[in-house]
């Protein structure tokens, strides 16, 4: 029996989990994410004769490295504290404990069916629908008076600029690129929108969709409860591009997202506009929001990067290759280049 089956089986009745019945017979199926940086393991739990998981177990793959599940805990906790009854499109804490050599979280397992590719391509306009309407009450929620892009700036702009910048040695078009990134986003520190509760990672498979089209998010580790407004939205959207055209190789993703946002007739652009309506941001600031977007989102990946590197100073060579020739370096790159075409709205 494995660490996760012998610990419910033990703790069944501390943990209050009769409601879910009798431990009874007991299985679990093992999954690790096949990012470079990810950092734990995941159990799926199911009882006998049943096809259907009904809790769901994460555990670190080494010992003692359980950082980003205290943040899973803690976005967790944060998010259901923002209204009474919590949210039921996300996991609930069920217990976060050591166990062994382990410290084990089990949280409640959100249905649906996972917003792979096909299934969006198939259904283009339900899952937008869906996600759009999820996003806009998630991020209404969690909207904080007084907290604000522009009182934090450094945090959620300049410092994601400066771990891209000091991942690896740049090359002169890389630094003429973040400086114009620069440029592009100063708009935003004077500009007085919203924080808003930010998943971080708002794409498949981390979304859920029901035969009722409602959501379920999961995977809340890299979430930012006082975090930028579209984020969300933008990888939202440029994920739906991808689906849509079936994008495969990289030359494929670069169309895919220009279809999606470049010009006055991108597809993409009455969501984005609905979305700034709902939240009241102004519309000159999208764009600069878009860049900004991009940007942290590549810094963010080589500051895990660096993690997964046991905290390097700096990129091993072979990875920096790997990040340069990745569909999101390439996306960044576009971006910054071609602002001035991007969100013609």
């Known amino acids: 029996m494995n660490i996760v089956l012998t610990y419910l089986q033990h703790n069944w009745q501390r943990l209050s989990l009769e409601r879910f019945g009798a431990p009874g017979q007991l299985s679990c199926v093992m999954l690790t994410p096949g990012f470079v940086a990810s950092s734990h393991i995941i159990a799926f739990v199911l009882k006998a004769g049943q096809l259907q998981p009904f809790l ?12 980003r599940l205290d ?38 397992m959100v249905g649906g069916e996972i917003m792979r590719r096909a299934l969006v391509k198939r259904r283009t306009a339900a899952c937008l629908s869906a996600a759009m309407e999820w996003l806009q009450e998630v991020h209404r929620a969690s909207m904080v008076p007084g907290k604000t892009v522009a009182n934090s700036f450094e945090a959620l702009a300049e410092s994601r600029l400066q771990a891209l910048e000091s991942s690896f040695p740049l090359s002169e078009r890389e630094r003429g690129l973040l400086e114009r990134a620069r440029q592009l986003i100063e708009p935003l520190r004077s500009a007085a929108i919203p924080l808003v509760f930010e998943h971080g990672d708002f794409s498949a498979p981390n979304i859920l969709i029901d035969g009722n089209h409602r959501l379920g998010v999961v995977d809340w580790e890299l979430a930012e409860p006082l975090g930028l407004p579209a984020a969300d939205l933008l990888f939202f959207l440029s994920y739906v591009a991808f689906s849509r055209e079936g994008a495969e190789k990289s030359e494929q993703y670069l169309s895919a997202f220009r279809r999606a946002f470049l010009g006055a007739k991108a ?51 072979q990875t920096v290759n790997w990040l340069r020739g990745n569909r999101y370096y390439r996306i960044w790159q576009y971006t910054v280049e071609n602002a001035e075409r991007i969100l013609v709205l």
């Not at 609930?92 to 979280?105: F, H, I, K, P, S």
């Open 56 to 67: 769901v177990v994460k555990f670190p793959r080494l010992a003692g490295d359980h950082g």
């Open 71 to 108: 943040k899973e805990v803690a976005n967790l906790n944060r998010l259901h504290n923002l209204r009474e009854g919590g949210f039921d499109s996300a996991p609930a804490v069920l217990a976060y404990e050591d166990w062994g050599n382990y410290r084990l979280l089990t949280e409640t």
């Open 267 to 317: 597809w993409a652009n009455p969501h984005l506009l609905r979305y700034s309506e709902a939240l009241g941001l102004p519309r000159e600031l999208l764009k600069p929001l878009f860049v900004l977007s991009w940007s942290r989102y590549l810094g963010n990946m080589a500051a895990r990067l660096r993690g997964a590197e046991n905290g390097s100073v700096q990129l091993a060579e």
